[in-house]
């Protein structure tokens, strides 16, 4: 059966918006590198504009779905309500971000400097979901859902496309799961070409390892200190019957593992990442996922959104 986004609607995704986005960098480490004997290549997707991939996703919304005059609306952990207010901004759309209050003020901050306007409320992302949903059936306001919608997963699909163009080669890459927009967008793109793709999630917030383990999208609790970018309860249907098909399996790491993963990006090339964009690499430095000999890994280093203090805590 064919997954509901294919590989051709993420290249169309890809020249839509390509004159909005970054083509962001891979930075391809020599063989050691990580306590691996292969070669392993890091695609550098914190260097997107707004700090995390979820720009492609909001322009290619913006740009595919018609914008009543009152503007969009979002729920955000952060990152996805500052790449909405980015997006919107760029296009001149009015937006509207709901955010819970476990939400980085690094974020928060990124998305007023984006010109909208933020209403702060809840414990975790499922309130803020639920606010954002009253405002919109109130106001007629599009909603851009953090990740599951059709445009949003072709637009974080298209992620794979440059990286396969970058790194030639890849039999492997480890991708970090939140609500799961991003890796079923990028298992999309992959399926069929022979590159296995592995999710990673924090021990304390594993929705999509939870619903691939019960056979179904199931609620689970949240505790992580990367709940405030993959802190989602649910991944919902779309993205589970993508990953269901596309996605090898998802390896689990514990917090103080996330953290390692951000002393060893800081301590080694300067790169200030926050938890959620770190736990991608945290699965290759704890040994979650142990490649093969000689195997060629890729990892996605998703955001860089980091509250500056608290990664000095971490260090």
Same mark, same amino acid.
């Given at each position: ?151 949003? %997963? ?15 080669? %890849? ?113 290759? %430095? ?14 996605? %280093? ?14």
């Amino acid at each position: 059966m064919p997954l509901p986004v294919s590989r051709d609607d993420i290249r169309a995704a890809h020249e839509r918006i390509r004159p909005h986005i970054r083509r962001t960098p891979v930075f391809s480490l020599p063989h050691g590198a990580f306590g691996h004997d292969g070669p392993v290549s890091l695609k550098l997707e914190f260097l997107q504009h707004a700090g995390s991939f979820k720009p492609r996703g909001a322009f290619n919304t913006l740009l595919t779905q018609p914008v009543p005059r009152v503007g969009v609306a979002a729920a955000s952990g952060g990152n996805h309500g500052a790449a909405v207010a980015y997006a919107a901004r760029q296009l001149g759309i009015p937006a509207r971000i709901f955010v819970p209050e476990i939400s980085s003020p690094a974020k928060v901050e990124a998305i007023r400097r984006f010109g909208a306007d933020v209403v702060i409320g809840g414990q975790r992302y499922a309130d803020a979901l639920a606010a954002c949903d009253t405002y919109v059936s109130e106001t007629g306001a599009l909603s851009i859902h953090a990740y599951d919608s059709l445009p949003t %997963l072709q637009g974080q699909g298209t992620v794979a496309l440059e990286w396969e163009e970058d790194a030639r080669g %890849l039999d492997t890459v480890l991708v970090a799961v939140g609500g799961g927009g991003l890796i079923a967008g990028i298992a999309s793109a992959w399926a069929g070409q022979g590159i296995k793709v592995v999710g990673v999630e924090p021990e304390g917030s594993r929705a999509l390892h939870a619903s691939l383990e019960a056979g179904r999208p199931v609620d689970v609790t949240v505790e992580s200190i990367a709940a405030d970018s993959l802190g989602a309860r649910n991944t919902g249907e779309l993205v589970f019957s993508i990953a269901r098909a596309a996605v090898d399996h998802v390896a689990l790491v514990k917090d103080a593992a996330i953290r390692e993963a951000q002393r060893t990006l800081w301590r080694d090339w300067r790169i200030a990442s926050e938890p959620g964009g770190a736990t991608a690499l945290a699965a290759l %430095l704890s040994q979650a996922y142990r490649p093969q000999k000689g195997e060629r890994v890729g990892v996605l %280093l998703c955001g860089a959104n980091v509250e500056l203090s608290r990664l000095a805590d971490i260090l």
